[in-house]
């Protein structure tokens, strides 16, 4: 049954390229499916693409190639012309959505709006995009989610909008390393921005995950990690962003367990303690 | 001593005596050999279990997902689709390993935990699949599922080959991607797929692109595909212009 109020819907963000943005958007899409039973959408943004590889995984080639319709889609907002149709199409629920996973008992699914490599280039040719575009799609066909996590691209963007139009909450995953918080007062800045001139939209900051990824060489990074610690918990208390207590540990695991290859695991179950912290923080 | 160097000896000892040849066609007037030392064997075998007490045991045989279902009647809906799957599972072409059996039980609502063995899952899957809705069995049919390591070779060739076209001035890339040279680089990428002849990232080739395929290249850089075509028609040029 859909939640009543509508779904929970989470970007994560951060202006900062290689925090883990798409391994954890994978990861907690999978385990709000296969875990918590959840009904759940992941909307890749970022043109690099990485969360569709990672759901979609070998099944992403044959997309490209069946020119099977993705986010460039959506933007646009019709189907273009194709060997089953001479002219545009309007595009249906069902366009710009792939479904990953689907329970038959419980008719929950995972579904993932795929992104391709030509997406930003597509919206440069636009005249004038529309950032609120992604948001009247999901909310005329899937307000019925119970989850909508929305992966972006690391730059300030027309995409960065559409996700901001898109969501109530913001993830923030930050790497404790020099240039750690370099992305927070872009981000911030971006989000009084957005406030400043969308006032009817509230939009917060759920929390910043740290995205342990050093190997810490027997001494836990050592002083430089140490300083971006404290770095990132002094930038985070003045933005008044909450810090997860649960950091996802370094591991061989995560590139493995984010396209369900399960083969080897490691210290990357210990994402399960940080989801287990993060769902009920968001209200799941 | 190993048994065959213990044979070797024995032939050589008996060839020595009579004779390539009649060593052969004496062999070979013995055609009954391994039958009359397979029933010697199965007469002691047999001998030794009825003076033990110990019963024969045969070991089953492991049936195959066709034959699994072949012997399960209930499926009533889709049953084609459900065959085609099973036909591609015992190829190894439908989820080619345990963890995509465990990964796609997990999508599908169910997850088996002490599932080790490929041969048992289908045993699993044949439960969900009798379940799916026939769209979803068919577009099963016709995709990959495996989780192994990504084939990002022809992705990564794709991508350069559509930023090449961009350089090159097709601005009808950028704003109609379904129109484009994109597509053709696609099927291109697919058939180098289908080759096998893709390569990986560390070793990638450069993936020359069928200019002929191309509706909006610019004619004057038909022959350039790649920095060492570029070089090669800068050098051409230059070599024209000292001719003349």
């Given at each position: 049954?859909?939640?009543?109020?509508g779904?929970i819907?989470?970007?994560?963000?951060?202006?900062?390229?290689?925090?883990?943005?798409?391994?954890?958007?994978?990861?907690?899409?999978?385990?709000?499916?296969?875990?918590?039973?959840?009904?759940?959408?992941?909307?890749d943004?970022?043109?690099?693409?990485?969360?569709?590889?990672?759901?979609m995984?070998?099944?992403?080639?044959?997309?490209?190639?069946?020119?099977?319709?993705?986010i460039?889609?959506?933007f646009?907002?019709?189907?273009?012309?194709?060997?089953?149709s001479?002219?545009?199409?309007s595009?249906?629920?069902?366009?710009?959505?792939?479904?990953?996973?689907?329970?038959?008992?419980?008719?929950k699914?995972?579904?993932?709006?795929?992104?391709?490599?030509?997406?930003?280039?597509?919206?440069l040719?636009?005249?004038?995009?529309?950032?609120?575009?992604?948001?009247?799609?999901?909310?005329?066909?899937?307000?019925h989610?119970?989850?909508?996590?929305?992966?972006?691209?690391?730059t300030?963007?027309?995409?960065?909008?559409?996700?901001?139009?898109?969501?109530?909450?913001?993830?923030?995953?930050?790497?404790?390393?020099y240039?750690?918080?370099?992305?927070?007062?872009?981000?911030?800045?971006?989000?009084?921005?957005?406030?400043?001139?969308?006032?009817?939209?509230?939009?917060?900051?759920?929390?910043?995950?740290?995205?342990?990824?050093?190997?810490?060489?027997?001494?836990?990074?050592?002083?430089?990690?140490?300083?971006?610690?404290?770095d990132?918990?002094?930038?985070?208390?003045?933005?008044?962003?909450?810090i997860?207590?649960?950091?996802?540990p370094h591991?061989?695991?995560?590139?493995?367990?984010?396209?369900?290859?399960?083969?080897?695991?490691?210290?990357?179950?210990?994402?399960?303690?940080?989801?287990?912290?993060?769902?009920?923080?968001?209200?799941? | 001593?190993?048994?065959?160097?213990?044979?070797?000896?024995?032939?050589?000892?008996i060839?020595?005596?009579?004779?390539?040849?009649?060593?052969?066609?004496?062999?070979s007037?013995?055609?009954h050999?391994?039958?009359?030392?397979?029933?010697?064997?199965?007469?002691?075998?047999?001998?030794?279990?009825?003076?033990?007490?110990h019963?024969?045991v045969?070991?089953p045989k492991?049936?195959?997902?066709v034959?699994?279902l072949t012997?399960?009647?209930?499926?009533?809906?889709?049953?084609?689709?459900?065959?085609?799957?099973?036909?591609?599972f015992?190829?190894?072409?439908?989820?080619?390993?345990?963890?995509?059996?465990?990964?796609?039980?997990?999508?599908?609502?169910?997850?088996?935990?002490?599932?080790?063995?490929?041969?048992?899952?289908?045993?699993?899957?044949?439960?969900?699949?009798?379940?799916?809705?026939?769209?979803?069995?068919?577009?099963?049919a016709?995709?990959?599922?495996?989780?192994?390591?990504?084939?990002?070779?022809?992705?990564?060739?794709?991508?350069?080959?559509?930023?090449?076209?961009?350089?090159?001035?097709?601005?009808?890339?950028?704003?109609?991607?379904?129109?484009?040279?994109?597509?053709?680089?696609?099927?291109?990428?697919?058939?180098?797929?289908?080759?096998?002849n893709?390569t990986?990232?560390?070793?990638?080739?450069?993936?020359?692109?069928?200019?002929?395929?191309?509706?909006?290249?610019?004619?004057?850089?038909?022959s350039?595909?790649?920095?060492?075509?570029?070089?090669?028609?800068?050098?051409?040029?230059?070599?024209?212009?000292?001719?003349?």
């Amino acid at each position: 049954m859909a939640r009543t109020n509508g779904p929970i819907s989470v970007c994560v963000i951060n202006l900062k390229g290689g925090v883990g943005k798409s391994t954890i958007s994978a990861l907690l899409a999978r385990h709000a499916y296969t875990r918590r039973g959840l009904d759940v959408l992941a909307v890749d943004l970022d043109p690099q693409a990485n969360l569709s590889q990672a759901l979609m995984h070998s099944d992403y080639n044959n997309f490209l190639v069946q020119k099977r319709t993705s986010i460039v889609e959506i933007f646009h907002g019709y189907r273009p012309p194709s060997s089953s149709s001479l002219s545009p199409t309007s595009l249906s629920a069902q366009d710009g959505v792939e479904t990953i996973g689907f329970n038959p008992t419980s008719g929950k699914s995972l579904q993932l709006t795929p992104s391709r490599f030509d997406f930003s280039d597509n919206l440069l040719g636009a005249v004038r995009p529309d950032p609120r575009v992604l948001a009247r799609f999901l909310t005329a066909n899937y307000g019925h989610k119970d989850f909508i996590i929305i992966d972006c691209a690391p730059t300030e963007s027309i995409l960065t909008t559409a996700a901001y139009h898109a969501c109530g909450l913001v993830l923030v995953p930050v790497k404790p390393e020099y240039f750690a918080t370099i992305g927070f007062p872009l981000l911030q800045e971006s989000l009084v921005n957005f406030r400043n001139q969308n006032r009817g939209h509230r939009i917060d900051v759920c929390g910043v995950v740290i995205n342990n990824a050093f190997y810490d060489g027997g001494n836990d990074g050592g002083p430089e990690k140490a300083a971006s610690i404290t770095d990132i918990q002094t930038q985070a208390a003045a933005n008044h962003w909450p810090i997860f207590v649960n950091q996802l540990p370094h591991s061989r695991g995560f590139p493995k367990i984010m396209r369900g290859n399960n083969s080897y695991s490691g210290n990357a179950t210990r994402f399960y303690d940080f989801a287990n912290e993060f769902f009920p923080a968001v209200g799941l | 001593m190993k048994r065959n160097a213990f044979l070797t000896r024995l032939l050589h000892t008996i060839v020595a005596e009579y004779g390539h040849e009649e060593v052969l066609r004496t062999l070979s007037d013995l055609p009954h050999a391994d039958e009359r030392r397979e029933r010697i064997t199965q007469s002691k075998r047999q001998a030794w279990l009825e003076q033990s007490g110990h019963r024969e045991v045969t070991k089953p045989k492991r049936l195959t997902a066709v034959d699994q279902l072949t012997k399960t009647s209930d499926i009533t809906v889709s049953g084609e689709e459900i065959f085609a799957l099973a036909t591609r599972f015992d190829r190894k072409e439908f989820l080619p390993t345990v963890g995509d059996i465990r990964e796609f039980l997990a999508m599908s609502g169910s997850i088996v935990e002490g599932l080790t063995s490929r041969s048992e899952g289908f045993r699993y899957l044949l439960p969900v699949l009798v379940k799916l809705p026939p769209e979803r069995l068919k577009r099963l049919a016709t995709s990959n599922s495996y989780s192994g390591p990504s084939q990002l070779g022809p992705l990564a060739d794709a991508i350069r080959s559509a930023g090449e076209a961009m350089r090159r001035g097709d601005q009808k890339l950028t704003t109609d991607a379904d129109a484009l040279p994109l597509k053709d680089m696609l099927e291109d990428t697919d058939r180098a797929s289908t080759r096998k002849n893709h390569t990986t990232l560390g070793q990638r080739k450069t993936h020359p692109i069928d200019d002929k395929n191309f509706n909006n290249v610019p004619d004057s850089d038909e022959s350039v595909t790649n920095a060492g075509d570029l070089k090669s028609t800068a050098n051409r040029k230059t070599s024209e212009a000292e001719q003349a």
